[in-house]
């Protein structure tokens, strides 16, 4: 004979174990992302000092070799000013925008990719 409420209790705990494992691979996903942001973001800071200090060492060197304390400076501040204008020009750019967007796509959505990779095999 049909057992109907061990079948609606059988579905009932399929469902919630479904449901669990779709939050635990958002959860996994969501802390994946996270960490990449976060790391991202880490890395991003230590280039920006780097490239403070050979901006500085840069100057320095220029403004011994010109023999003049501020042409150094003037020299470097000309040379991130000519980076600008060409950022400035250039901001348009279908290409360079979906270079930028497919670069920060794959650094940080990465967890997907790997699964995919995984399934396949």
Known sequence: MLKIPEM???IKSLIET???LVKQEIQDEFVGILSRII???VIGSMLLLVFL???L???F???QVT???YMGFLLVALAYFLVVLLMVLTRDSLQ????TEDLLKNFIFQIKKKKEENNDE
């Open 8 to 10: 609606i209790q059988t």
């Open 18 to 20: 479904r449901v669990s």
């Open 39 to 41: 790391l991202l973001t």
């Open 53 to 55: 200090f050979l901006s």
């Open 57 to 59: 060492s840069l100057a």
């Open 61 to 63: 060197f220029l403004s």
């Open 67 to 69: 023999k003049s304390p």
């Open 96 to 99: 360079l925008q979906k270079r």
